[in-house]
């Protein structure tokens, strides 16, 4: 499996996590830094190291080379990586592309949807978030509202690549994706504006933003008001003078399997902070459509909520140490 960008956060961690589940897969950790790649492939042990130019077609590796798939862990702005892997019809998994930037990615899919598998994981936490919500609204017979606010640390925002993929979908568009009555709407200006409420009771100021989550979110479950919101501001694991934490705030209404109201609200919360759960986002995402957990995913574009079961998703949550905290239901889930 040929890591683009292995060697930075999210994807050391994915390996990292793929090697323990599976100690007997090749991983090839790429990137522009030879040396560094080395470091994290000698860690992962069974591993190699090699250069990368994502500015060319052939990625600039040697001719003849075989790899099982594609992970592109930093932005494949040339869409070289998709390209190779389709050539080489392998299994493609992207994360960096976020709602603003997939269209290249889709067209290029649909062009040869026939060529390989490729996964859209440019979710929070490719797809972390999707899989904790899936779980929780098991608990319910119709999901009518989807609200999450995820708080991020300020000294949590991820190595270079990720401050990078922030700063150009910020650059993008300030508006916000949600669905309304059913229907996918943006919202901008002070639409947009939201209090994130945070496990040790504070209000920090957040945005609703454009993320592949609302879609997914609301085409999974059937819900008519879904909303993703986002902040920025000091973690309660940091203000215990613990490291930064990652939590996001999770709000669901609608009806219980005797028709009656229900509603919850859980914070899903890391005391190591984003990192764990992006890793484990690809990971889940890497190990199902490459086949190592189930049947062959076939060719076409996938999201991770229509190849990874929630439950299993879940119980691998609980193992690199995420948890829900229970939440105090705020006055409106909806808008």
């Known amino acids: 499996m040929l890591f683009l960008g292995g060697s930075g956060q999210a994807g050391s961690g994915a390996a990292g996590l793929l090697r323990r589940w599976h100690p007997e897969v090749p991983l090839a950790i790429a990137g522009r830094d030879l040396g560094r790649a080395e470091r994290v492939a000698g860690e992962l042990g069974g591993a190699t190291a090699v250069t990368v130019d994502l500015t060319r077609a052939d990625l600039g590796l040697p001719a003849g080379q075989a790899y099982s798939a594609v992970v592109a862990a930093v932005w494949d702005s040339h869409l070289h990586g998709l390209r190779y892997a389709q050539r080489h019809q392998v299994p493609y998994l992207s994360l960096s592309s976020g709602l603003t930037d997939i269209g290249p990615e889709v067209v290029a899919g649909a062009q040869r949807s026939t ?28 999901i009518d509202t989807i609200r999450a606010d995820a708080l991020l640390d300020e000294n949590d925002a991820g190595g270079p690549a990720g401050l990078a993929d922030l700063e150009r979908w910020g650059a993008v568009t300030s508006a916000g994706l949600q669905r309304h009555g059913g229907r996918f709407a943006w919202v901008d200006g002070t639409d947009a504006d939201v209090e994130v409420l945070t496990t040790d009771g504070r209000a920090v100021p957040g945005r609703s933003v454009p993320i592949l989550d609302v879609p997914s979110l609301a085409l999974a479950t059937g819900a008519s008001d879904v909303r993703f919101a986002f902040a920025i501001g000091e973690s309660a694991g940091r203000r215990r003078g613990a490291g930064p934490s990652i939590e996001v705030r999770i709000d669901l209404e609608g009806v219980d399997a005797g028709g009656r109201a229900l509603r919850t609200t859980r914070h899903l919360v890391h005391p190591e902070g984003q990192r764990p759960l992006t890793a484990l986002g690809v990971a889940l995402g890497v190990e199902r459509l490459t086949g190592l957990r189930g049947p062959a995913v076939p060719a ?36």
């Open 115 to 142: 060529a390989a598998p490729m996964l859209l994981a440019s979710h929070w936490c490719a797809g972390a978030l999707v899989f904790a919500v899936l779980d929780l609204a098991r608990e319910f017979e119709r």
């Open 300 to 335: 076409g574009i996938h999201t991770p909520e229509a190849l990874i079961d929630p439950a299993y998703a879940a119980e691998r949550l609980a193992e690199i140490g995420a948890g829900y905290v229970e939440g105090v239901p705020s006055a409106g889930v909806s808008g």
